[in-house]
């Protein structure tokens, strides 16, 4: 699964930090619905616009999360099952799991990106969306490092 739809939280949190060259270096392609180019007002030449085309499945999903997050859910369910779903939101991710998506989050992607060489350690990465009040619960971070290999010991 080199495939991604992501969510305004990973790109405006990575945009906060200066890390949005990361994901070119994880995922091949890189999608996003028109409703989150609307929020993080991103342009690269990475990234692609991709309209939703059920709507009335936008509609029915915007009662239980926003319209970024339920645009993308969207877009993940049009497409195949080789696509990755990037969401943080705990809520956004409880629905798209119902939907049976393959889901990742921010912390995610950045163990992805060291598992596949793109950066050495996922600490300082992790620090500084802390800095840039990015919301990650400790626990994670905790589970993260571990995972990395970085916990302290």
Avoid: Y
Wanted: charged letters at 25%; a negative charge.
């Amino acid at each position: 699964m080199n495939r991604a739809v992501f969510n305004s939280s990973c790109l405006i949190g990575l945009e906060r930090i200066q890390q949005l060259d990361l994901l070119p270096q994880v995922f091949s392609v890189i999608l996003i619905p028109e409703a989150v180019r609307q929020e993080v007002g991103l342009e690269a030449d990475w990234l692609t616009v991709q309209a939703v085309n059920n709507r009335s499945l936008v509609r029915a999903l915007q009662a239980e999360v926003d319209d970024g997050e339920a645009e993308a859910i969207a877009l993940a369910l049009e497409l195949d099952d080789g696509v990755i779903t990037v969401l943080d939101d705990q809520k956004a991710r409880r629905l798209a799991k119902r939907l049976g998506l393959h889901l990742m989050g921010t912390v995610g992607v950045l163990l992805r990106a060291k598992r596949q060489g793109a950066i050495a350690q996922i600490k300082p990465i992790l620090d500084a969306l802390l800095q840039a009040d990015f919301r990650i619960s400790a626990a994670i971070v905790r589970k993260a490092l571990e995972l990395a290999g970085e916990a302290q010991l």
